[in-house]
């Protein structure tokens, strides 16, 4: 395998182990056995833990980047109309989910916001997102904030395992319903495929 594919590959299982385990709880042994791999080659490859981490943040923040980019160059074209844009971009975020770790590997590099080094880049990824849909998308500043709650209310229900645990209760289908909208159904079925994995 060459070596650019290998990284990835190493970069999609951290990015669900971390999304999983967290920052503090995952070991560069347990990504190694994730991917198929030996310790002391994630360790030839990225280094430290820490410097896999970030690196796992910027895979997921490119990978969003590009989905809203996507997004706007549509709009941009005519392809799509200018009024759905914000359904549009929030339609790009949870296409992701598809790749949880994506989603869940930033939420736990914003939960790491106090060491140096991830947080720094954690604090630049979020802005960096905020200006994108500010100054590239031409969203008004409080319809972005908006758009990046929303965003961390889908975070905060993938994390808490929302997804596999809802049925029954009259609130959470509501919440569920109005976070995910016509994307649920794809949503509970990539829960159930993870949570069968992880079995």
Do not use: W
């Amino acid at each position: 395998m060459p070596a650019a594919e290998r990284r990835e590959l190493i970069l999609g299982h951290a990015s669900e182990v971390f999304g999983r385990r967290g920052y503090p709880g995952t070991t560069t042994e347990q990504i190694a056995q994730a991917a198929g791999i030996s310790q002391p080659y994630v360790v030839r490859m990225f280094g430290t833990k820490e410097k896999l981490f970030v690196e796992v943040m910027e895979r997921a923040l490119g990978k969003l980047i590009v989905a809203f980019r996507e997004v706007i160059r549509l709009r941009d074209s005519g392809e799509i109309p200018a009024d759905e844009l914000g359904a549009r971009l929030g339609q790009a975020y949870v296409d992701l989910i598809e790749d949880r770790g994506i989603l869940m590997s930033l939420m736990q590099g914003f939960i790491q916001g106090h060491d140096d080094v991830i947080g720094r880049r954690a604090r630049a990824g979020f802005l960096e997102i905020y200006r994108l849909l500010r100054d590239e998308a031409g969203i008004p500043a409080d319809d972005v904030r908006s758009f990046l709650a929303d965003g961390m209310l889908i975070n905060t229900l993938l994390a808490i395992g929302m997804p596999d645990n809802f049925e029954g209760d009259e609130a959470a289908t509501e919440l569920m319903n109005l976070s995910f909208g016509a994307k649920l159904d794809a949503v509970l079925c990539v829960a159930s495929e993870q949570s069968s994995r992880q079995a």
